[in-house]
């Protein structure tokens, strides 16, 4: 029973690019492979990304939230690192100047055309600091860069 409650996965990307990933699991012994994950899924040096396991900073103490470690957090991150791609690539269409659709994701860029022109292209650390304020944002788009994943398992 205790094992459906659920968890929780914070990702939040400073205007630096330098990430935080909270969880509220109680440390697994897997925080590298987790920040390697981040790291692989938004092209950025693993070095980039600090993992806080039971973040009660974040997640405060009694939030109901499962603690223990799970098989299911790998999944929730990417999860998680997807609804980054997806708010950053909206981002890098206003910062470009051209429809989000036509960009394409390469290595943590998004890229306008083919990619060999260096001003049409946009790195997951530019687009964070452009996400705190640097440029117009999208209508409907809230400022920052950070996603969280619930889930159980």
């Known amino acids: 029973m205790a094992n459906e409650a659920y968890r929780a996965v914070f990702l939040r990307v400073h205007p630096t690019g330098k990430m935080v990933l909270s969880l509220t ?5 897997k925080e590298t492979e987790y920040a390697q994950l981040v790291a692989d899924e938004l092209g950025v040096p693993a070095l980039d990304v600090k993992v ?6 974040r997640y405060g103490v009694g939030h109901s939230y499962n603690t223990s470690p799970s098989d299911g957090t790998p999944a929730a991150i990417v999860s998680a690192t997807g609804k980054i791609r997806d708010k950053g690539q909206l981002l890098a ?11 394409a994701w390469n290595n943590g860029a998004w890229v306008a055309g ?4 260096p001003t049409q292209t946009k790195t997951v650390e530019e687009i964070a600091l452009y996400a705190h ?3 117009a944002l999208p209508p409907g788009v809230e400022g920052g860069l950070d996603a969280q994943t619930v889930y159980t398992g």
């Open 52 to 57: 806080v396991p039971a973040d009660t900073d």
């Open 114 to 117: 083919d990619g060999s022109d």
């Open 25 to 29: 699991t109680e440390s697994d012994g």
């Open 133 to 135: 304020g640097t440029g």
């Open 93 to 103: 269409g206003a910062a470009l100047e051209t429809s989000p659709e036509t960009l």
